[in-house]
């Protein structure tokens, strides 16, 4: 196992590592709106899963990856009522290549944020 780690996207807020690379594998954490500094994005929903696909692009690119690597993603998410909104975004990012996903709603995610997502990625060549 490999820990990827860099400092264009926030930092670990607790005991874990940003992502992992176990074989041709990338698991990422999952990333929150927070910018690199850790600062959280407040702005609305579109805004913030922007710079969650930011912080995981960043980390893709630290284990020489991009996001047509990406296989399978997991969106949770506040409010199921943003989904739509959300989609816009990430079908700016996963325009062509269109990874399988899970989207689920939960009560609360960490420092409030309105979503989460983190990505498992196929880094052979």
């Given at each position: ?7 264009k996207a926030p930092?670990?807020?607790?005991p874990y590592?940003q ?9 990422t954490s999952?990333q929150?709106p927070l910018?690199p500094s850790?600062?959280?994005v407040?702005g609305?929903i ?6 969650v696909l930011?912080?995981i692009t960043?980390?893709l690119?630290?284990?020489d990856a991009?996001?047509?690597?990406v296989?399978k993603?997991?969106?949770f998410?506040k409010n199921?009522?943003d989904?739509?909104?959300i989609?816009?975004v ?10 399988a ?8 995610l960490?420092?409030?944020a309105g979503i ?10």
């Amino acid at each position: 196992m490999k820990v990827i780690q860099t400092n264009k996207a926030p930092q670990a807020i607790g005991p874990y590592s940003q992502a992992v690379q176990v074989g041709n594998f990338l698991f990422t954490s999952g990333q929150i709106p927070l910018t690199p500094s850790g600062e959280l994005v407040v702005g609305d929903i579109q805004e913030q899963t922007h710079q969650v696909l930011k912080n995981i692009t960043a980390l893709l690119a630290e284990a020489d990856a991009k996001l047509e690597d990406v296989v399978k993603t997991t969106l949770f998410i506040k409010n199921m009522d943003d989904f739509v909104a959300i989609n816009e975004v990430y079908g700016q990012y996963f325009d062509t290549h269109k990874p399988a996903r899970s989207t689920v709603e939960v009560a609360r995610l960490p420092k409030d944020a309105g979503i989460e997502i983190e990505v498992i990625a196929n880094l052979s060549k």
